[in-house]
């Protein structure tokens, strides 16, 4: 009787961490969704050939980010996600706020500011994206745009890449 019942705590316990690892994987894939889906509209903004301009452009972007789900989403990750993760994703967010009001005030694919701000943004979303995978218990190949920004290159400039 009682190897029946530690089994069946081990079974319950591997059922409720595969479940746990399940809600996490949903929700990282929901918010790396919505990160990129931030960045695509702000680019679909900006290349519009009726590109708004002042307030009108500020009101878009800022639109594209909270549309995007991004913050409803960071909620999602407080409850599932660690801390690293966590910061990770703060991280991320704000290269896409910096991002969103680079492109307020230079509303240029071109311009000198969005290529820093992209790279910046690129860099922490796979910091980001390694830790999830490794979160998750992901083997395999790296993520291949991790090794262009490994997190121990934190401290250099977006231009040093």
């Known amino acids: 009787m009682g190897a029946a019942l530690t089994a069946e705590r081990l ?5 409720k961490e595969r479940e746990a690892a399940q809600t996490r994987r949903a929700v990282y894939s929901e918010f790396l969704m919505a990160l990129s889906r931030g960045h695509t509209d702000m680019r679909s903004i900006v290349l519009r050939p009726d590109r708004p301009s002042g307030e ?3 009101g878009e972007l800022h639109q594209a980010l909270d549309g995007a789900g991004i913050w409803r ?5 407080s409850l599932t996600a660690s801390a690293e993760i966590i910061q990770l994703a703060e991280a991320a967010c704000d290269a896409l706020a910096v991002m969103r009001d680079g492109l307020i005030e ?3 694919l071109r311009g000198a500011s969005y290529p820093i701000c992209r790279a910046e943004l690129w860099r922490e979303n796979a910091h980001l994206r390694e830790a999830m995978r490794r979160d998750l218990g992901m083997d395999g190949p ?3 745009e991790v090794g262009q920004y490994r997190l121990s290159d934190r401290s250099r ?3 040093d890449d």
């Open 73 to 77: 989403l960071r909620q999602s990750l």
């Open 106 to 108: 230079e509303p240029h």
């Open 157 to 159: 400039s977006p231009r």
């Open 142 to 144: 790296a993520d291949p």
């Open 11 to 15: 079974r319950w316990r591997r059922d």
């Open 56 to 58: 009108a452009l500020f």
